[in-house]
C-alpha cells in the first residue's frame, strides 16, 4: 500500500488542504459524484490543480489520467493519512458561550470526533445537562479519564485558565489539546497542541484591507 | 519611516507571528517591561531568536544590540505593520452559540475591532437585546450599512447559510469577510475571506498523533 510509505512525509500545509479536499469530496459524494479530476477539485477549491496533483501523490498514483479519482476511494485515502479513519474520543473543558457553541457544532456531531465528557470549575454549572451531556466537575478529570480512551482536550475556558487546564490535562496523559482561548497555551513536546487563534485571521484582514488602502 | 517601506512585503506567516507577538507584548506591558530582547520574546513565544529578528527587520533596524526592542514602540510598529492602530467596524451575522460566543470574546472587547451590529434571519431572535445589541433582521443589513464605516463582516450562521451571507456582505460592499460557520465560503478577489475552520486543527492533531503511535 503505497499510502503508508509516504504518509509520515505530508507536510503541514499539504495537510490543511487535505482537509479542504476533505470536506469537498464528502459533499461531492452526497450530490452523487463517484469520479473527480484534479481540475473539478480545483474549481471547486479555489486551489490549483498541479497543487492538488502534486498533493494527492502523497498517496501514490491512483488517479487514472483523462478520468480522474474515485471519490470514495480518495475520502478513504485521505481518512486514512490524516489519521481520521478511526474515532477520536475528546474531552471539553469549560462550557460558556464557546463551549456550548463547539457541543453543537456539526463537526462533533458526525461521530468522527466525539465529544464523551465535559468539565468546568463553576460551581453552578456542574451537574447541569448540556446537549445532553452531564457537566462534572474539572477535579474529577483525573478519574473520569482513567480506562477512557480519550486522545485530544478541547480547552474553552476564560483565557486566564487556560494553561490551567492545559497543565491538567498533560498531567493526565491526554496526547493533543486544542485550544480556543484567547491566550495560548504550551504543552511539552510529545503533547500536540493547536491554538485556535482568530486574532490571527482578524489581523490579516485588516493587513490586507490597509494594504489595499494604500 | 522604514516601515512603510517594507510592509508589503510581509509574508502571511510572518503576519501570524506577528499576532503572536503581539499578544506577548502587550502582556509584558500590562507586567510593566520596557524592554525586551528577542530572546525574551522567543523564550515566551516558543519561536527562535533568530526567527523573531528576521521577522522584526520588516521594520527596520530599531532593536538596540544587546539591550533588546522598547516594548511600547515594538507594540506601536506591529500594530502599523498590521493595520490595527486604528478601529475596525464589524457588523455579526448570525446569533447563534457560536456569535453569541464571539460577542462576549475578549477580542471584541478591547476597542479595536468592534462589532457595532448583529444579524440574524430567525423571527425568534429579531429583536432581542444581546450582549448589548439589538439583534436586526438579516434584511436590513443594505440600509444599516448606508453611512456606516463597516469593514468586516463576521460569518457566524449555520454552514447551509454561510455562502448566502458571504455573497449579501459582498454585495452590500464590505470588503474582509470571517468565516466562523463549518463550511467554507468564496469572495470575489477584491474581497478578503479568513475561514476559521478548526477541522484542520483537530486533522493536524489526529495526523500527528497517529504519526506517533506507528
Not at 490524516?82 to 461521530?111: K, Q, T
Not at 446537549?131 to 478541547?154: A, F, M, N, T
Amino acid at each position: 500500500m503505497p499510502l503508508s510509505l509516504r504518509a509520515d512525509k505530508i507536510p503541514r500545509a499539504s495537510i490543511q488542504r487535505l482537509a479542504v479536499y476533505l470536506q469537498r469530496l464528502e459533499r461531492m459524494l452526497l450530490e452523487g459524484a463517484e469520479l473527480v479530476s484534479s481540475e473539478m477539485l480545483a474549481g471547486d477549491c479555489e486551489i490549483n490543480a498541479a497543487q492538488i496533483r502534486k498533493d494527492l501523490t502523497y498517496f501514490g498514483e491512483f488517479g487514472v489520467r483523462g478520468v480522474g479519482y474515485n471519490v470514495q476511494r480518495l475520502i478513504s485515502c485521505i481518512k486514512m493519512a490524516l489519521g481520521i479513519d478511526r474515532p477520536w474520543n475528546c474531552v471539553l473543558l469549560g462550557v460558556g458561550n464557546m463551549g456550548s457553541a463547539l457541543l453543537n457544532h456539526r463537526e462533533f456531531r458526525r461521530g468522527q470526533y466525539s465529544i464523551i465528557a465535559v468539565f468546568d470549575s463553576d460551581p453552578l454549572k456542574i451537574g447541569q445537562s448540556i446537549s445532553g451531556l452531564k457537566v462534572r466537575d474539572c477535579k474529577s478529570l483525573p478519574e473520569y479519564i482513567v480506562g477512557q480512551d480519550v486522545q485530544i482536550g478541547i480547552i474553552a475556558t476564560p483565557p486566564d485558565k487556560a494553561q490551567i487546564m492545559a497543565d491538567y490535562l498533560v498531567e493526565v496523559g491526554i496526547r493533543g489539546l486544542l485550544n480556543f482561548a484567547s491566550a495560548h497555551v504550551f504543552a511539552p513536546d510529545e503533547v500536540f497542541v493547536e491554538n485556535v487563534d482568530f486574532c490571527n485571521h482578524l489581523y490579516a484582514l485588516s493587513f490586507k484591507i490597509s494594504q489595499q488602502d494604500d
